[in-house]
């Protein structure tokens, strides 16, 4: 039956390879807009559908994504189905590497997917990853270095009220002769007492963590930083990622997840 629809949709939808993938998409029950525009719901569906069949992630409907639309619809998957498969992906690439204090774990794996995907599409093979969701104290210690490192002038350039509390915390401390694990102790009390995401959006709950990842690229270990900046745009442009920050000599990226 599967097979029957998508002979149809080829033969209805002949040189409108958007229009075929929404019909084929909105028959797996994904309800999509069958009108020829890329959509928030096609969008979804694509990029879940692009890393369970293992192809780069783009979220544009290329010859290898219609192929992979049919080749689902003709095995009978639904909408469902597809979830369920990307729900279980795990990440098998080779091209990220991961600081010390990263928890990879809060990451999706189709975020890892997708970074590759960009590297791909600008001709890079690398990438670290250099922090993803951070507990108070993650980001204290984060804040802490920073400051020490570029002074708090320049941190309090980076933050809001919130965070220049924090740093005040630092300063103080210091000029108090407090030692160091104190002053991060006191940190991370300030930083714990803040309503989640208001100081940064690396630091939330797990459950929102997982609704929008949030990661840094490091600097030092891309070939290539304009040329990597520039895909992080396309890809936004594309609406896949809502906001690319430059910060700390990273690259600040937030994307929310497909579901
Ligand atoms: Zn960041």
């Keep these: 039956m ?3 629809v998508v002979a149809d949709a080829i033969d209805k939808y002949k040189g409108q390879p958007t229009k075929q ?11 999509v807009a069958v009108d020829g525009r890329m959509n928030q719901e096609a969008l979804n569906a694509i990029l879940m559908i692009q890393f369970c069949s293992g192809i780069r992630i783009t979220g544009m409907i290329d010859i290898e994504t219609l192929d992979a639309i049919r080749n689902y619809v003709a095995a009978g998957f639904t909408a469902d189905r597809i979830r369920t498969c990307f729900n ?8 990220l590497a991961f600081t010390q204090s990263v928890n990879v774990g809060s990451i999706n794996p189709i975020t890892l997917a997708l970074i590759e ?3 791909e599409e600008c001709g890079q093979s690398k990438a670290s990853i250099t922090s993803a969701l951070r507990t108070p104290e993650d980001q204290a210690r984060a804040m802490f270095n920073n400051i020490a490192r570029t002074g708090a002038n320049s941190q309090r350039s980076i933050y809001e009220a919130n965070g220049n509390a924090v740093i005040d915390i630092y300063v103080s401390g210091k000029a108090a002769g407090k030692t160091d694990a104190q002053i991060l102790a006191d940190m991370t009390a300030r930083i714990a007492a803040t309503p989640e995401g208001v100081l ?3 630091v939330v709950s797990q ?3 997982d609704k929008k990842n949030i990661i840094d690229i490091g600097h030092s270990s891309l070939t290539d930083i304009s040329a990597f900046f520039n895909t992080l745009n396309e890809y936004k442009e594309r609406g896949i990622i809502s906001r690319v920050l430059v910060e700390n000599g990273c690259y600040h990226i937030e994307i929310p997840m497909p579901k």
């Design 117 to 119: 995907s960009m590297l």
């Design 88 to 95: 279980e992906m795990t990440y098998s690439g080779s091209m």
């Design 2 to 4: 599967g097979q029957a």
């Design 207 to 209: 459950t929102t963590y």
């Design 21 to 31: 993938a929404q019909f084929l998409l909105n028959y797996m029950n994904f309800n």
């Design 200 to 202: 940064s959006l690396h």
